[in-house]
């Protein structure tokens, strides 16, 4: 996904084998369909995007995969409080807490500030993570058949998730999609002990906004032509904010 993948694909005139018919999704719209790709053969990567018939009539370009994926490197910091907590009086230990789960309670609305998205996704995050211990979540989707990086790559995802509260950067305001292949993030839900008819519904509901990134999806921000937005309508403008 790091790597710089072609923009302008070769002419299909070029090549003297026949069209092929390649099943693919876009990483736009998430579309699903085939089209006739001769370039199939022509050395490039599996893992080369391409967009559907309609995005690329629209002349909308791939997205930056380095923008809107969470490298498996980045670390994760705990914030070590035991110390100063046992500081504290009784009273301001029952303040502390208290505080602590006001701010978790109110943190849910920052999901719908995020995007629509984000709700279903983190009920569904909730699920996994609430059935069994991560170690024991790792360890069956290993026994899945999943790679340890696609592994990695599906708890980097879930941990950005809760970190920014949704799947937007706090900092910088851009959508991050998992970097495992759908079908491969949906292996790793499947594989832990959370009732499998729950995240199934949940999954069908969040799966395709999850990984879209039409270019409006791409970024929040007011308006068609910069983003969205969930405190206006989408059918807002600047124009509608002025006073």
């Not at 799947?167 to 292949?181: C, E, I, M, R």
Request: hydrophobic share 40%.
């Amino acid at each position: 996904l790091d790597q710089a993948y072609p923009i302008c694909l070769p002419p299909f005139k070029i090549f003297n084998m026949p069209p092929l018919k390649i099943g693919f999704a876009c990483p736009c719209c998430r579309s699903k369909g085939t089209r006739e790709r001769q370039e199939a053969k022509s050395g490039y990567p599996d893992d080369v995007p391409f967009l559907c018939g309609s995005c690329e009539d629209e002349g909308v370009s791939l997205p930056d995969m380095t923008v809107h994926t969470i490298p498996v490197e980045t670390g994760v910091v705990v914030l070590e409080a035991s110390q100063a907590f046992e500081g504290l009086t009784d009273q301001e230990r029952s303040y502390a807490l208290a505080l602590s789960q006001a701010d978790w309670a109110g943190a849910k609305i920052c999901l719908l500030q995020c995007s629509p998205e984000s709700v279903p996704i983190f009920a569904l995050l909730q699920l996994l993570f609430s059935a069994q211990p991560v170690p024991e979540l790792v360890a069956s989707a290993l026994e899945s058949g999943l790679s340890q990086e696609e592994v990695d790559q599906a708890l980097m995802y879930c941990a950005a998730f809760y970190g920014n509260v949704g799947n937007y950067k706090s900092f910088g305001d851009t959508k991050f999609v998992p970097q495992l292949a759908l079908e491969r993030l949906e292996v790793f839900l499947l594989a832990g002990k959370a009732k499998s008819e729950d995240v199934k519904e949940l999954w069908q509901e969040c799966q395709n906004a999850m990984y879209s990134l039409k270019p409006r999806q791409r970024q929040m921000g007011l308006g068609a032509a910069k983003g969205i937005s969930t405190y206006f309508s989408g059918n807002c403008e600047e124009d509608d904010a002025e006073i």
